[in-house]
Each structure stands twice: as C-alpha cells, then as structure tokens.
C-alpha cells in the first residue's frame, strides 16, 4: 500500500506546472474590484457585469517565482508552524504530555470498570466530546489554522489509546472544519458573505444550527467506526507503519523513568505568571465577546488567572510536570478567549505557544542554551509541514497571474444561465465546490464570488439565502482535501500522513458529506424557513 507514494512536495510541484500549462490554454481576463465596507472592515470585492478580457500572460519561469511569492504570502502561518512546533519540542523534553497522557489513560482504565462506561465506551464518550468542541470552534469562530497547534497534542494521544494518527487528526483538524462548514456563527464564511449579499448578519441562524448538528453527527459516528476498526486491528490502519514514529517516542518515554519533582525554578514561574495574569486582569478586567449579533461582557481575564493561581499551586505540590500541564491548558484557554474577544490571529497565538513553550522549559529549570537548542530542533523537525504551505501557495499566484482565475470564474458562472431552479442551485454549489479546490480561502472567495451569485440568485427567484448556504458547504468540506490548503498540508506534515494516503483514505467520506450539504439545502428552496 505504501509503495511508489509521491512525495507532498512532487504533487504540489506538479500542479504549479499544470496551472503554468492552464494559463496557455484558457484565455485571460478579469473582473474590475472595489473597496466597500463589510461588517465594519474594507474588503475588496468584484463589481457586478465587469468581466472583460485583457492581454495574455502564459506563465513560464514564474512557477520558480510562484514559490516565492508563496512562501511571502504564506510567511505568517510558516512561521506560526514553525514558532509551534519549536516551542512544542520545549514542552516535549519536560516529559509533561507523556505524563499527561499516561495519568488520563489510567483515568479512563478505572472508568471503563463502571457498567455505565462500559456500554458506551469510554473511549467513545471522550473523542466525541472533543470532536463537538472542536467542532463548536469552527462553527462559531471559524478555527481553521489554530488546529495545527492541537494535532501535536491528539496524535501521540490517539496512538497511546490504541489507535492511530488518522483519528488523532479527526478528533481535532476533521472536527474543526466540518463546524466550519456548519458555519453558525463563522464571521470568515457567514459573516463576509451574508454582508456582501446585502442580508442581515448572521441571519437564517436557526437552520445553519441545524445543518451543523446534522454534519457534525455524521462525522463522529464516521470517525467512532473508524477508530473501532483500528482499535480491533491496529494493523488495517493506512498508516500503521508510517506511525512507527509515534509508537517509538511513546516506547522511549516509557522507558524513561520520570522523577516526579517541583524545582524552586517552577514555584518562580508560577509567581510570575501569577503577577503576569495580575496584571493583565486590571488592564482587560471585562472582555466583550462577540457571538453573532450578540454580545457578552465577561470577566475572564480575572477568572481565568484566579483559577490558574489556585490549580498552579495544587498542580506544584504534585510535580512540575503538572505544573506544564496546567500551563498548556491555561495557554488553550486564553488562547480561546483571545480568538472571540480580541481577534487573535496566527501572530497572537504563535506568540502565546511560544511564551507556553519558554515558561516550561524554565519552569522544568532547562537552561537557556538548551532550551533555544530544543526549539531549533522543534523548528527543524517540523520544517517539511512549514515549506509545504509555501509551495501550495504558489498554484494559486500562477493562475491568478496568468490572469486565469477570472476565466474560470467567469466560465463557471455562465453555465449556471438557463437552468431549473433545483439544477441552478445545485450548479451554483458544485461551482462553490469545484472554485475551493484552487482557492480555500473562504475570505477570499467570498469577495470573490457573492457579488455575482447573489445577484444570480435574484434572477432565478431563489433567496440569497440559499446562495449564501451553498457557498458556506462549497467552501467548507473540501478544505479537507484541497493541495492547495496550506492548512491541511500543515496538519498533515505535523502529523507525519502522506497526503496521498489522507486523499486515499478521506475522499469517500468528503464525496458522501458534499451529498448530504445538498440535500440539506434542498428544503431551502420549498419551506419557509425563518432568514430565507
């Protein structure tokens, strides 16, 4: 099975060549744009009927300078892989996720003895409960890059289970974007493309809760079938050898002996952080969290480190490694509340792992040389998934420098002209779908399209809507399948998958969830739903 697989980066290369190939067939053109504000923001959309053709340019040595131009536009979420798994390697030589893991695996043993816990599996209790809350996030505040920060922590974690890394990446990456496909509250898909067709934002809230139940549903009960399988005969996983690395990092640390200490440097740590948060606490005592329309002032900077100046010092009396863990899950946290309070983005949350990963090596009293050599060798390791991005990334400079991808878009939307009202929105979908395998941007795409299907839309007699919903499920599910997603190159690096075999392995079930996103759009167009 896993013979003659190409290597991640002889495919992206390959695509870069063929988009080069399509830039001399297709002929060029492209839309006229303007700025307009958007739910308080300037974006900068299409202007409707502006389609006009302009001079050809066949893209040649350009697909060297793609990669640059890749690797520039790209550079945030490069060096946010970089700066996380650095600052991951830090938190691996303190041994505290290996502690971690293996106390919550003796949690679960003495669960399972409980008739309760016994009929259902336990097991199966705790990865669905990941799976929602991964899942929630996505929905609500569109994680999409964030995920790359958790396969670190699930794949090791899936394997100690007795599975392997295919569901440990479920758990957290599958989860995440099938909620962004839900979409409840997304404001990067929802909220940018409800305010370029002119509807009330955030509105039909009602059935897009629905949808999310209904994919996210499907998607636990696909993975918990999975895992059962791998569980029974681990040997049947795609990548059962593959994930020889992570049974040997899990067999070399249990054959560490772990001495359970607290350091004076870690009781240090915990003072300072503790004035840290203090602080924090009097410059952002109220935080207004945005859901929609809705919004929530809450106190949880205090709150938060109250409850990490009260769980540091129980987790101290225990060991340090405690202490680490205790960090890791008050940095998750405030991560959290930084994405739905303050807009964080990949520079906040690479800085706060990155603070995450010093504070514990030196709680964990590593000196400094060592803890910048961890990071670098963090850094090192994980330099695949970091170039991959880049790489990707420049498919879609030569397509849009070549003058290709209005084409293409124009083409598309065309063909939707003259057709039933069922077959227009199922083509406009298939469009949404098809458009996202060369631009996952769901942002982008948005600017990109709305202006003309939600005038489209108008035309045909079908409510924005449904427009806007079809874009939402064309944008969502095939981000989990795209080359071009420097997201998933990501996730996939860090996890150690070839993308072949995650193609291999997923494409059924992204087939099966494209399906079902349009059957659930379907009732848009013959009951009144409230917001369509």
């Not at 690797?71 to 991951?88: P, Q």
């Not at 795609?238 to 049974?247: E, I």
């Not at 010093?358 to 709680?363: N, Y």
């Amino acid at each position: 099975m896993l013979k003659k697989i190409p290597h991640t980066f002889t495919i992206v290369f390959f695509l870069v060549l063929f988009a080069a190939v399509l830039t001399w067939i297709i002929p060029s053109g492209e839309y006229s744009r303007e700025q307009k504000e958007i739910n308080g923001s300037v974006k900068t959309i299409v202007v409707n009927n502006s389609y006009h053709k302009v001079e050809k340019q066949p893209q040649t040595w350009q697909i060297f300078s793609a990669f640059f131009k890749g690797f520039v536009d790209k550079a945030n979420i490069i060096v946010f892989i970089l700066m996380v798994g650095g600052a991951f390697w830090i938190l691996n030589g303190t041994k505290a996720i290996d502690v971690g893991i293996m106390a919550f695996l003796r949690k679960i043993q003495k669960l399972q003895h409980k008739r309760f816990f016994k009929h259902l599996g336990v097991n199966n209790i705790i990865m669905t409960l990941i799976m929602i809350i991964f899942s929630l996030f996505g929905a609500i505040f569109g994680m999409s890059e964030e995920t790359i920060a958790f396969v670190i922590i699930f794949v090791p974690l899936a394997i100690s289970m007795g599975y392997d890394s295919i569901t440990g990446l479920c758990l957290c990456y599958v989860a995440a974007h099938v909620g962004f496909a839900g979409a409840i509250l997304n404001p990067f898909t929802i909220g940018i493309a409800q305010g370029i067709a002119d509807l009330p934002l955030f509105s039909g809230l009602g059935y897009r809760v629905f949808c999310w139940i209904v994919l996210t549903t499907i998607t636990i009960t696909f993975v918990l079938l999975y895992a059962a399988r791998i569980k029974k005969n681990p040997q049947k996983s795609w990548v059962y050898a593959l994930d020889n690395y992570w049974r040997n990092r899990a067999q070399a640390s249990e054959q560490e002996t772990v001495a359970y200490h607290t350091p004076l440097a870690a009781w240090i740590i915990w003072i300072l952080l503790s004035g840290i948060m203090l602080a924090c606490s009097f410059m952002y005592p109220c935080t207004a969290i945005e859901l929609g329309e809705s919004k929530y002032a809450i106190y949880a900077v205090p709150v938060l480190s109250a409850l990490f100046l009260i769980s540091g010092f129980f987790a101290l009396r225990k060991s340090v490694h405690f202490f680490i863990l205790d960090i890791l899950i008050f940095t998750i946290l405030f991560l959290i509340i930084g994405v739905l309070g303050y807009q964080w983005y990949v520079e906040e949350i690479a800085s706060l792992f990155f603070a995450m990963g010093i504070f514990s090596g030196l709680a964990y009293q590593t000196h400094f040389d060592k803890l910048m050599k961890q990071f670098l060798e963090g850094a090192k390791d994980i330099m695949n998934a970091a170039l991959v991005v880049g790489l990707a990334s420049g498919i879609i400079f030569i397509l849009q420098d070549g003058k290709v991808l209005d084409t293409i878009l124009y083409g598309l939307s065309k063909s939707l002209a003259n057709l039933g009202e069922v077959a227009s929105t199922g083509v406009m979908y298939v469009f949404q779908t098809g458009l996202n395998l060369i631009m996952p941007s769901g942002s982008a795409k948005a600017a990109l399209t709305m202006p003309l299907m939600s005038q489209f839309s108008d035309l045909i007699d079908v409510s924005r809507q449904t427009t806007v919903l079809a874009f939402q499920f064309g944008d969502g599910f095939t981000n989990m399948i795209t080359p071009t997603s420097g997201v998933l190159l990501g996730c996939l690096g860090v996890a150690r998958i070839p993308y072949t075999i995650w193609f291999r392995w997923i494409y059924k079930s992204i087939l099966i969830l494209i399906l079902i996103g349009f059957l659930l759009i379907l009732p848009t167009l013959y009951l009144h739903l409230t917001g369509f």
